[in-house]
């Protein structure tokens, strides 16, 4: 079979999986939107936020939840950003929920499983909320989805620096470079997309190379080995194919967006200004059709500068995962400094989903049509139960905003029931996933 005829069959036999690196800049064929898109963006913290056991403990005024006053949420001074939409039904808190695989493993590593519900210490993975739904319909944008996160990159097993998880359950790189995300999404001077071609050529040439010298292997192997050599060979035609959808994007013009507000050389020792413009990039990525789906790591469970952020940027006494720590004990001037720093994230949230509510979009606005996902894998430093969960957006999607659910009350169930929720408001024809045992009706509209 000749190259041109191997690639037309590859690309029509619809082989797809998602690989690092390639997935978060895939190009498909143009596709017209003739309805408001559904958007679904994930966003974590690690190490927990400023909580108490309950409501009734003496230093509750300063937990992250809100409190529930005749039925309607009252958020505190870390979480206030979140009052408006709150008065205005945008938003839901969940406690309760967390993965049962997840549960019992180091209170270190429960970021890794943050999307997927997947043991990480186990011998298999999950792919993502965020790639299931661009595994079903991430062709009718440019980017199927965007990976994103301020530390950059994948960490290691059980320390991850991404949120994102391919079908195969490997974990995809994320993004952390302001300029080169710009230029991705925004940028069509002529020498980058030059250099967009030229590198979509090279990795070309390298797949041919790879799947040439992996069927001369097949020949001299065992059965078994020709099996394995055949799993090997999926993966690679699909970076082939997602080559391809590269090359068919690379001759569209991007879309045209007002740069000049954007703080792209922002570092971590800007740290407002560095959230501030990721989620920008994010929000003109949703604007222009660029990408519906995204996922950002605003925090990590390891050491490094964005770590020490809040000593450094902020002011504060220690490091984030020394906060953390302080107010597990539930001490007043722990959750104090602690819910300093969620306040710095919830501030940055507020801003963001307020620029989302304040834009029209088909019959509502951006934030209506997109589910936003916000919260972290620990109630407390090491404690994986009892997420502390915000849900906000989606009414266009079926979501319902009911303020707050609580499933230390009502019974427990798997988050990944709430991420099946998720993926069907989305339109993904998704029947179960992860350790799912069903939907939550209790947030459909």
């Known amino acids: 079979m000749n190259e041109i005829n191997r690639r037309q069959f590859l690309y029509g036999a619809g082989v797809s999986m998602l690989l690092p690196r390639l997935e978060s800049f895939a190009a498909p064929a143009i596709a017209k939107v003739v309805s408001a898109p559904k958007r679904f963006l994930a966003l974590y913290v690690g190490h927990g936020f400023a909580v108490t ?91 199927p989805s965007l990976v994103l996160g301020n530390e950059g990159g994948l960490g290691a097993s059980g320390s991850s620096l991404t949120l994102s998880y391919n079908r195969s359950g490997r974990a995809i790189p994320s993004n952390n470079d302001l300029h080169a995300l710009y230029n991705r999404l925004f940028n069509s001077d002529p020498g980058i997309i030059q250099k967009e071609k030229a590198l979509y050529a090279r990795n070309g040439a390298l797949v041919d190379r790879v799947l040439e010298s992996a069927k001369s292997m097949q020949r001299r192997v065992s059965a078994d080995d020709n099996r394995k050599i055949g799993s090997y060979l999926e993966s690679i035609r699909a970076v082939e194919k997602n080559i391809e959808r590269m090359e068919a994007w690379s001759d569209t013009p991007k879309p045209e967006v007002d740069a000049s507000t954007l703080s792209l050389k922002a570092t971590v020792n800007e740290p407002e200004l560095f959230i501030d413009t990721m989620y920008d990039l994010i929000y003109l990525a949703f604007k222009t059709d660029s990408t519906r789906y995204a996922t950002y790591m605003l925090q990590s469970m390891i050491d490094g500068p964005w770590n020490e952020m809040p000593k450094n940027a902020l002011g504060l006494p220690a490091g984030h995962h020394r906060l953390a720590h302080g107010a597990a004990g539930s001490g007043r001037k722990a959750m104090e400094n602690l819910g300093a720093y969620d306040k710095f994230q919830g501030d940055r949230l507020g801003r963001f989903l307020g620029k989302m509510a304040d834009s029209p979009e088909g019959d509502g606005s951006m934030l209506d049509n997109t589910i936003v996902y916000y919260g972290t894998s620990n109630s407390k430093t090491h404690v994986n139960r009892n997420y502390p969960l915000l849900v906000a957006g989606g009414s266009n999607l079926g979501i319902k905003h009911c303020g707050y659910h609580n499933f230390l009350e009502t019974g427990k169930q798997p988050l990944c029931n709430l991420y099946l929720t998720f993926l069907q408001s989305l339109g993904v024809p998704a029947q179960s996933f992860s350790d799912s045992t069903g939907t939550f009706k209790e947030i459909l509209a």
């Open 53 to 143: 056991p309950n409501d009734e403990h003496s230093n509750s005024d300063l937990s992250w939840y809100p409190r529930t006053l005749n039925d309607e949420l009252k958020f505190g001074p870390s979480m206030s950003a979140m009052q408006p939409l709150a008065d205005k039904g945008k938003l839901s808190v969940f406690r309760g929920l967390e993965h049962p695989q997840v549960a019992s493993i180091n209170g270190h590593s429960s970021a890794d499983s943050f999307l997927t519900g997947s043991n990480p210490e186990g011998t298999s993975g999950h792919p993502s909320i965020d790639q299931v739904a661009a595994m079903a319909h991430g062709k009718a944008t440019r980017f």
